[in-house]
């Protein structure tokens, strides 16, 4: 079990940091992100400020601890951890936190097979049922016969191809474009707002939430467990400090890469007065495609629809893996079934993988036919913020403050999940306030939340006393 869903606890810091990032970017990056670089203009690059920030605190303080403490308690799972650290005599956080694993997991994962078939209408003109169908098969078929290690390994081969697909191409762009004018003139003929770094509105409460939106992306990294299981594979803490590095120069690299696509792509195919969603795609989903096809060869728009799919699977990969073994380890085993050993629930993980991966193939379908306008970019961060908001306070609070309780923890996790919801679909629609709330996106108030009243519920309910329990 060990083996199957954390590669033995033995992988290596080039194949860790490399599936952490792309497990942690994902389609998002070079669809939504690129998209969102064309729409937003300069104020895109506070994403890339956020996710470095979030990158290095993750790796930097808390990697190690979160590594010792799970070796420690001998965890695979997340739920195994938080399980062993509060010394839990019921099962009520490990059914939280697997419950919401599970239902965030689908949703992320969905939005992810939607990438996939977009990218496969948009870039090789193949109907959009049948791209979410072969991506699908693919992943199924290497997470059913390799687990985590056959993940991992992917992952990181789908890193390199991201790394340098992303980095290069707005070198080719750059170098084959026009330079009568720059950057900041061409964007300033479309549409001056662009270049405007703190914001395009005039007003100054909605450009300060639109920052905040777009640099709180970063928390996601302080504890998501798609990310943090990367943590508890690796083979020692040595292989921390060497990972850092790779993963911050990924993270720098590509997504300020991905956001420049995006923004040389608006200025490369729109003129002044032009709407660019309906050039570009609703939010830029098409920006990636237009670039390479108008810009490279066949055989490396080939090689570039190979990334875009190689990212959204090493997302897709990593969730499954760990939906699983929320259901068959957390659920079954630990729950009705504590008599059951590891290796009798392999079998039974992988049905689980299978079931949830037609679910969450079966949403992605429903929201092509319901939503054909849908923005790719905010429905990857709804679900990454939902995995996000529930756990991400509770890693931190449990590594840093002793005075943190289960019952706190229990409240934090369901403020987080709760909030994302209520942000989402109440908040942002409310009158006034509500186009407030949509730009500042749903993690950093849900984040927030979760952490003050998680610190309160520690406050009134503390940990027992060691020698009580």
Not at 43 to 71: C, H, I, N, P
Not at 250 to 274: C, H, M, N, P, S
Request: glycine letters at 10%.
């Amino acid at each position: 079990m060990s083996d199957y869903y954390l590669g033995g606890k033995k992988m290596g810091f080039w194949a860790v940091a490399f599936s952490a990032r792309a497990t942690g970017e994902s389609g998002w990056l070079l669809i939504g992100l690129t998209g969102m670089g064309a729409i937003a203009g300069y104020s895109g690059y506070w994403v890339v400020v956020g996710e470095v920030l979030g990158v290095f605190l993750s790796w930097q303080f808390m990697a190690k601890k979160f590594k010792r403490r799970t070796d420690d308690y001998n965890s695979i799972t997340i739920p195994d951890y938080l399980q062993s650290h509060f010394k839990s005599s019921t099962n009520t956080l490990r059914i939280l936190s697997a419950s919401v694993l599970v239902v965030f997991v689908i949703i992320y994962v969905a939005s992810q097979m939607d990438v996939t078939g977009i990218a496969f209408e948009s870039m090789l003109n193949i109907d959009y049922r049948i791209g979410a169908l072969v991506g699908f098969g693919i992943v199924l078929l290497y997470i059913f016969i390799g687990g985590f290690v056959a993940a991992v390994w992917s992952d990181m081969f789908q890193g390199v191809l991201m790394f340098f697909g992303l980095v290069l191409i707005p070198i080719v762009v750059w170098f084959s474009m026009d330079h009568g004018a720059g950057v900041t003139e061409g964007l300033n003929a479309i549409d001056p707002t662009l270049t405007q770094i703190m914001g395009r509105s005039e007003d100054g409460w909605m450009n300060f939430f639109t920052i905040l939106g777009f640099s709180m992306i970063g928390l996601g990294f302080l504890g998501s467990p798609q990310v943090y299981v990367r943590f508890m594979s690796i083979e020692s803490e040595k292989e921390i400090d060497k990972g850092k590095w790779v993963a911050l120069l990924f993270t720098l690299l590509t997504d300020a890469a991905a956001v420049t696509i995006g923004i040389l792509a608006r200025i490369y195919f729109t003129k002044e007065g032009q709407d660019p969603e309906a050039i570009l795609g609703t939010g830029g989903e098409d920006v990636l495609s237009m670039i390479t096809h108008e810009f490279l060869p066949t055989i490396l728009v080939a090689i570039f629809i190979a990334i875009v799919l190689s990212a959204i699977m090493s997302t897709i990969d990593s969730l499954l893996i760990l939906a699983s073994s929320a259901v068959t380890r957390d659920f079954y085993q630990k729950i009705f079934r504590p008599d059951l050993k590891d290796k009798d629930l392999t079998k039974l993980s992988r049905l689980v993988t299978v079931a949830m991966a037609m679910v969450a193939l079966g949403i992605a379908i429903l929201l092509y036919n319901l939503y054909p306008d849908r923005q790719v970019f905010w429905i990857m961060i709804f679900g990454w913020s939902g995995i996000a908001a529930t756990f991400c306070p509770v890693i931190i609070l449990s590594l840093f403050w002793k005075g943190y309780s289960e019952q706190g923890a229990i409240v934090s996790m369901i403020t987080g999940f709760v909030s994302v919801i209520l942000f989402k679909f109440v908040f942002a629609n409310l009158e006034g306030i509500g186009p407030y709330f949509q730009e500042l996106d749903v993690l950093a108030p849900s984040f927030a939340l979760a952490m003050i009243t998680g610190y309160i519920a520690s406050k009134i309910y503390p940990p027992k006393p060691i020698h009580s329990r």
